[in-house]
């Protein structure tokens, strides 16, 4: 042990030579103690980082994936096959003349006849007259019968549609009731039947060899090659309602968007690979309740930039950079506060942080605020917004930017900080338009229907095959947003469109339909 000098003893410069060693070792050790509180604070961040991390991940479930297709796989690929088949032979057939149709060779179909023991509804097609041109009348001489399948929830039934003939004695002329157009001509399903396959696909996500199991059970042998056929075609009639119901919803000035990943069968491969749906939708503050899925083949920012075309307006997204570059010709961007919000709460479910526990609770205020105001108009939410919200954002936006330099760069914290910081102008937008919603969550929503139904139909066929998928659960969705009953919908629109107007086709739009009741005798 060193023994202590006397101070008293010592001359000056003596004093001075141990003040001068006093300082040096004191120097030494305040860098030595510097080194390893820096340690410590790096390992801290690295600590809540990992544990950050660790939680994510836990949080996460993994299904196990494989690129081999198994039995059910193909019975799925199967039918997604035969109804791109029925597309394209349906679009063939709108594309040519009627001299091309009629130069075509005609196949005439082998049918099973329809159980006798089915109730049948017979429905009579008559001339409206039954007074020939030349002024005699005519006589009943015969009749024609074709039989059509009908389904009502839970009942198949028969249409029998009787179209009597009737002769004139005198001239030798034959009067015949036109036979009602159908969506699929001389088939046997009724728009009926054709609704409940597309909405027990498309909304229930049931595949077609589980719902050719179904009629099997009820004793119809209707193959899934049929009830593909019969996708298919009916996907190239409804696709026109669906152009005219993204002009409709390009319309409007304020949008959400969003997308989700699909497996999509790789051409003249046995492999899958990742497929994307977009959403658009309306907010939920519009009148018009509309959502118009888009299936392209990757995730690409040009899939956004062709959709919206030249639309220029305000749109809610996250901060995928796909977005980014509409973002410069006139669209504006909408931060979404929920992922914000999305990286306290995983901040503080990983390790219970204080810090994410005040922003969640600032943020919480925010949304507090929104659900007071959801009934209320734009002008007036507008006001309540700058009066109550402003004033709480910009408290949080103040105490993001204290604590930001309080924490480590690389931290679990600093990273949540750092996206909201970043993104404050367009997370905050939305309190300047009182028409604008805070957060992205209404499109996710939106999109939910897909990630239920991939772990039924597991893959898009091809990329016809997830456009058709696309245009049914739009019409199918939107009818839901619209208060609809999604099969009577279709049902309805089904037997209506093969005589609808071009010009009139927005009235068969989910927002503007209304239900034609038809005369069955």
């Known amino acids: 042990m060193t023994q202590r000098p006397d101070i008293n003893q010592l001359s000056a410069d003596q004093l001075r030579a141990l003040a001068t060693e006093l300082m040096d070792s004191l120097d030494a050790k305040d860098q030595v103690l510097g080194r390893k509180e820096r340690a410590l604070v790096r390992s ?110 839970g009942e198949f039934t028969v249409e029998r549609h009787i179209r009597g003939k009737w002769a004139c004695d005198k001239c030798e002329t034959l009067v015949q009731a036109p036979v009602p157009p159908q969506v699929i001509d001389k088939g046997i399903p009724t728009a009926g039947l054709l609704a409940q396959v597309l909405v027990a696909k498309y909304a229930d996500h049931l595949p077609l060899y589980r719902q050719e199991r179904i009629f099997g059970r009820a004793g119809l042998e209707i193959p899934r090659s049929t009830l593909a056929e019969w996708v298919g075609a009916c996907g190239v009639q409804l696709q026109p309602l669906v152009d005219a119901l993204r002009n409709a919803l390009l319309e409007h000035s304020v949008l959400h968007a969003d997308e989700t990943p699909v497996s999509m069968l790789a051409p003249g491969k046995k492999k899958t690979h990742k497929a994307y749906v977009w959403a658009y939708c309306t907010t939920p503050f519009s009148d018009l309740k509309a959502t118009v899925y888009d299936f392209a083949p990757s995730r690409a920012g040009e899939h956004a930039r062709t959709f919206l075309g030249k639309w220029q307006g305000k749109l809610v997204c996250d901060d995928y950079a796909g977005y980014k570059a509409g973002f410069g010709n006139g669209i504006t961007e909408i931060g979404c506060m929920a992922h914000a919000r999305r990286k306290f709460y995983d901040l503080h479910e990983a390790n219970k942080s204080e810090l994410a526990a005040k922003a969640l609770e600032y943020i919480g205020g925010l949304y507090e605020i929104e659900r007071d105001t959801k009934d209320l108009p734009p002008d007036k939410r507008k006001e309540i917004r700058e009066a109550k919200a402003k004033p709480l954002a910009d408290a949080l936006h103040q105490w993001m930017l204290a604590h930001r330099q309080k924490v480590p760069d690389g931290s679990g914290t600093a990273k949540a900080l750092d996206y909201s910081l970043k993104r404050w102008e367009a997370l905050t937008r939305y309190l300047d338009d009182g028409a604008v919603p805070i957060d992205n969550n209404w499109v996710e929503n939106q999109i939910r229907p897909w990630a239920l139904g991939r772990s039924n139909w597991l893959f898009a066929g091809s990329l016809r095959s997830g456009q058709r998928a696309a245009a049914v659960m739009t019409l199918i969705q939107s009818a839901k947003l619209s208060g609809h009953d999604p099969y009577a919908y279709l049902k309805d629109v089904l037997t209506r469109l093969p005589t609808q107007k071009n010009n009139a086709i927005d009235e068969l739009l989910p927002h503007n339909w209304k239900p034609a009741i038809p005369d069955k005798v």
């Open 44 to 153: 801290n961040a690295i600590i809540e980082k990992l544990t950050h991390e660790v939680a994510i991940l836990k949080r996460h479930k993994y299904a196990r994936r494989s690129e081999q297709l198994d039995a059910v796989q193909g019975k799925l690929l199967d039918e997604l096959i035969d109804s791109d088949l029925a597309a394209i032979e349906a679009e063939l057939d709108q594309a040519m003349t009627e001299e091309q149709r009629a130069a075509r060779p005609k196949q005439k179909p082998k049918r099973t006849p329809l159980p006798p023991e089915l109730p049948r509804i017979l429905i009579h097609h008559e001339p409206e007259n039954s007074q020939c041109q030349c002024g005699c009348q005519l006589k009943r001489i015969g009749e024609d019968v074709s039989e059509k399948l009908d389904y009502l929830p």
